[in-house]
């Protein structure tokens, strides 16, 4: 029985980090119509960050948000400039942009690559003070690390939910996501609305990668496992909607660490495909989709 | 005029061929189908260095003297890990090279098809490293493996729980698998069930899990609740530091986790696992600190001609060179059924085959070397750093080393 409540908590635990990685996901797709494949890169760009500056300085790991997240938002900020909106540009009249995901796939490959001939295959593990840390109550562990993850990804839900409702910047990114023409017409200048908003997905990948380091390794392709999981998850939450994609998260969380307790831990993975196309087939938007064309 | 441009090639080919034959009279072709380049290059580049090193020796000592002093020349061909690549190369060595002996090819999916080549034109070859075991189960006359084959790993990993159990009095009646669920892991789990059977263990959890999990915590929460006295671990390097991190976190208290080299064995295991990785039992094929006699001394010649310390590949290929000149010794001949008469009747002892884990060399009539055997180390902490300490088998363990069984309480 214990082991089962054990299960539960690990599971929203772990599930709303695997949230916090896909947000970034979901909300470039949402405004940009955008699949990023090289978002599980840039997590891994993330990661690298918060590895070698808790690595060299020796702070306490949550510090390195405040370094890693505006690196990461400037580092998509900049990639969308000048990498991206280019080919956005010389497709400005096709209604699907499909060379814009296949220059995410080239980023993708490059940043990994890059990663692998600067620091190796090796794995790294960044020795912190949260490091092994264990909440333990009636012989059931946590990880602090998980559980302050967990913490983090529902503040920066609250205030993603609350930037994009209320702030005027937010208004301006809903505006474009809704029907870009139109937006242009109104005084929204699209091209720098895209900036902003590829930053802001990236630096939601610094927050993630900032709270995966003190608990997780970091190697050239860590993205590629939270890469395949954050795709599920946003096309599970409804694209485009970020309470969806926490949301989302914790469900394969749970079914993946409740699951294993009742069958092996390979079957796990199939059950969540199987879960992922009856919600597909039931509602083909997903949990928290809107019924819109993308 | 086109005649005189290409009058001096000629003239060079001529040479490079009269050269060539001049050299046949009094060497020895040893042809390596080896890895050189692709996913396995760094192990294959290992194998090359050893035997080369091997081969100097040998020939500043004299060579071969039953053959007037012949010479030994090695022959490299890169086999790319791929089998296709590996067997044209064999092709090519014994059909333009005109090798005498052929040894390779490490990857035992390389081996397969190679080997078969080799007994198809009836020439020796001597296995180093390759695990399957099917390599020398087919009736095939003319492969010999000096390496252990698959299914000794995971005999050899109870057989070391016997004699744990009985040197230290401790009772074990539980045991758990947790292994990757890729060929080798399921392979392992597959052996291991029989055994625990034979043996008369109950299994209390036998756990695949994907390789490329990103949390492993739901496994870990099922091994705790098991109840298991021992874990057997089938892991790559990912996984292995995932599941060692975290069966430390959630204080998993087994008395002995036994674990199959693999990911286990990987530099960068010990480096992100640190203390976590403390009493684990590793299974591998070699440890550089083995009590052999003139092992350091060879150990010390590789890493000052290399920059690198032998490893239990380079050790088999280095080994294998010098049962190549024993065995041409006694056949006086390099003509493939004198030198597979003289490979039968193999019993080389001591001297550099010291430097393996085991004492002789012996093929049985599979080919497959019947002395070869595994050792087992402990991880400790040394100082600051985790150190891989060989416990198993006995005689072979580090002096003044005991080896702590069952593992103390997280």
Known sequence: MIGYVESVINGILMGSIYGLTAVGLTLIFGVMKVINFAHGSILMVGMFAAYWFVTLTGVNPYLALFVVVPFLYFFGFYLQKFVIKPIFEAEKD???????????????????????????????????VVSGQMLEIFDMYFLWSKIIGAGVTLLLGIYLYWFLRHSRMGKAVRATSLDREAATLMGIKQTRIYNIVFGLGCACCGVAACVLVPFYY???????????????????????????????????????TVGAQFMAATWTEMLIYVFFLFVLFVKPSGLFGLKQDY | MKFFKVLPFLALLTALCSFGQAEAAETIKIGNIIPLSGPSASVGIQGKNAREMAVEEINAAGGIKSLGGAKLQLVFSDSKSD???GVTEAERLINSEKVHVLTGAWNSAVTYPVTQTAERYGMPFIVPVSVRDTITERGFKNVFRIAAKDSWWTRDQFKFLDDMKKEFGVDVKNVAFVYENGDWGVGFAEKWREMAKERGYKVVLDEPYPSTASDLTPVVIKLKRS??????????????????????????????????????????????????????FDLVEWEADLNRPGLKETNEKFTKKYGYSLAGESVDAYASMYLIKDVLERAGSTKPEAVRKALIETNLCGGTVGLLAYDCIQFDQSGQNKNASLVIVQIRQKGKDMERITVWPKNVRRAGYTPVFPQPNK
Do not use: Q
């Open chain 1, 94 to 128: 096709i209604r699907e942009p499909i060379t814009v995901i296949i220059v995410t796939t080239g980023i993708w490959y490059v940043l990994d690559n890059l990663a692998l001939l600067l620091f190796g295959a090796e794995f790294r593990v960044a020795k912190t």
């Open chain 1, 218 to 256: 970091v190697y050239p392709t860590v993205g590629v496992p939270f890469d395949i999981k954050a795709f599920v998850i946003v096309v599970l939450g409804g694209l485009g909607s970020v309470p969806g994609a926490i949301l989302g998260g914790i469900i394969i969380g749970l079914i993946e």
């Open chain 2, 83 to 85: 089998p296709t690549t």
């Open chain 2, 227 to 280: 109840k298991a006295d021992v874990v057997f671990m089938t892991s790559n390097a990912a996984d292995a530091i995932l599941l060692t991190n975290t069966m430390a976190e959630m204080k998993v208290n087994v008395k002995a986790i036994i674990t199959s080299g693999g990911g286990h064995a990987d530099p960068s295991f010990l480096k992100a696992a640190g203390k976590n990785a403390e009493y684990i």
